[in-house]
């Protein structure tokens, strides 16, 4: 007996960004910022050029860890899988080291000191 499931729908969100790694550092930032949204398997991120988008990398291994979750370890990585502790994740470039991001209030506006993330 086969169960009949809904497509899933991809997001395909084009960058300015015009390497790979820094393409993979903000699938990453991306990951640690909204890592916690089950609707979104970021397992399953891959990367492509713009005009060769039939032609992708993966981004992370996404191996299953026997009942703890999936591999977060980048795809091809030495040593065993395992979830990565967050200062061992790349971070793009531009973002500010962990813990210094800054929320923006109203309108792109600067937030308030209440608005600091810590």
């Known amino acids: ?9 991809i997001i395909h969100l084009p960058t300015t960004l015009t390497s790979l790694d820094e ?3 903000l699938a990453v930032a991306l990951c640690d910022s909204l890592g916690h949204l ?6 399953e991120t891959t990367l492509s050029e713009e005009d060769a988008q ?8 996404d191996a299953r860890l026997g009942g703890a979750g999936r591999c ?11 979830q990565v502790p967050h200062r061992e ?5 531009d973002l500010p080291p962990d813990g210094q991001e800054e ?6 506006g600067p937030g308030t000191g209440a608005d600091r993330l810590t």
């Open 89 to 93: 994740r790349r971070r793009h470039p």
């Open 103 to 108: 929320r923006r209030g109203p309108r792109g």
């Open 23 to 25: 393409a993979t550092a």
């Open 38 to 43: 089950t609707v979104v398997d970021f397992g």
């Open 1 to 9: 007996m086969s169960f009949a499931t809904a497509p899933r729908w």
């Open 54 to 61: 039939f032609l992708r990398t993966r981004v992370f291994c």
């Open 72 to 82: 977060r370890r980048p795809d091809a990585h030495d040593g065993p899988c395992g």
